[in-house]
């Protein structure tokens, strides 16, 4: 991880006389150009790093230069611990482990954590993480078995790049070796994971997050409106936090969810269903046709033969 990288460098800076790039780069198993990256993001947060040339050059840290501990507040280093601690603990990673050991060198003596983070690694094989994380680092080509959205099961072989946690879920992001085209899969859908002997060159270069993928979407968000009767408001309230919300004199809520092609959104369908008769669907009507089949559908399964 960066974070993790960026502070052992600080540490290895200073404790040591000059480290190389080509050093750094091996240890932490990335590219040169990437630690010249590190370096300038910790010269921007302030510590004086010096390149010493000749042929045990590299860099180091200011003769006399002492990292004050008032650098980091106590919030800052407490999170910091907690965060790593979360991730050391899903990826067995050991490197994080001692970092979180120099952290709290410089954090408070009895510190009193104001912040909890649960990756909710229930819902992924706990073995599946540090496997494509050491895919990631050491360039091997992955090779599974995956169900797509539209439930085609498929092999696919890829080059992992980075993964993801977001929505409550993990991702691999990488090059699709079998679709020729980068590709993220969800992790939850993913059967038979091997890492193969193949390795492959670190050419890729990670998406930048800017707003192209919002104007893809630009004509395709239709707004649901969702009737919630009382006793389902803690359900639709946690599924749809950051919907607009109505409340109304009897207890019950309007919600009005912008969603991205709801009469294709299978995964909406599901959680408007998981709510019973708490809440109704009064838009876009052609939804509620496809949720009544969607119950008629399940109705079949349970009549007496």
């Not at 200073?14 to 990256?37: D, G, M, P, W």
């Not at 042929?55 to 008032?70: L, Q």
């Not at 691999?172 to 994971?193: A, K, N, Q, V, W």
Request: charged share 25%.
């Amino acid at each position: 991880m960066k974070l993790e990288r960026l502070i052992s460098i600080i540490f290895k800076l200073l404790n040591h006389e000059v480290l190389s790039a080509a050093k750094l780069a091996e240890e932490f198993q990335v590219s040169q150009r990437t630690i010249y990256r590190d370096i300038d993001a910790i010269c921007a947060a302030g510590f004086p790093v010096v390149s010493h040339q000749g042929t045990n050059g590299g860099y180091g840290i200011m003769d006399g230069y002492k990292m004050d501990k008032s650098l980091l507040g106590s919030y800052d280093v407490n999170s910091l611990i907690t965060v790593l601690q979360s991730l050391s603990t899903v990826f067995e990673d050991t490197r994080a482990q001692g970092t979180i050991e120099r952290l709290q060198t410089i954090g408070p003596e009895h510190r009193t954590t104001s912040l909890s983070v649960d990756l909710d690694t229930r819902r992924t094989d706990l073995g599946v993480l540090p496997l494509l994380r050491t895919a990631i680092s050491q360039r091997n080509i992955i090779r599974f078995d995956y169900i797509s959205a539209q439930n085609e099961r498929t092999t696919r072989e890829m080059e992992p790049v980075r993964l993801h946690f977001k929505f409550g879920n993990w991702y691999i992001y990488g090059y699709c070796r079998t679709r020729r085209d980068y590709r993220e899969f969800r992790l939850s859908r993913m059967l038979h994971l091997t890492l193969t002997p193949n390795t492959f060159h670190p050419h890729h270069n990670l998406p930048e997050d800017t707003g192209s993928a919002k104007k893809a979407w630009d004509g395709q968000v239709e707004e649901v409106v969702l009737q919630v009767r009382p006793e389902a408001l803690a359900d639709v309230m946690d599924q749809f936090h950051q919907a607009e919300k109505q409340f109304h004199a009897d207890g019950s809520m309007t919600v009005r969810i912008p969603v991205y092609r709801p009469l294709e959104a299978r995964w909406l369908w599901s959680i408007l269903l998981s709510f019973g008769s708490g809440a109704e669907v009064l838009e876009p009507v052609p939804l509620r046709d496809i949720l009544k089949e969607q119950l008629q559908q399940a109705l079949k399964l349970y009549e007496e033969v």
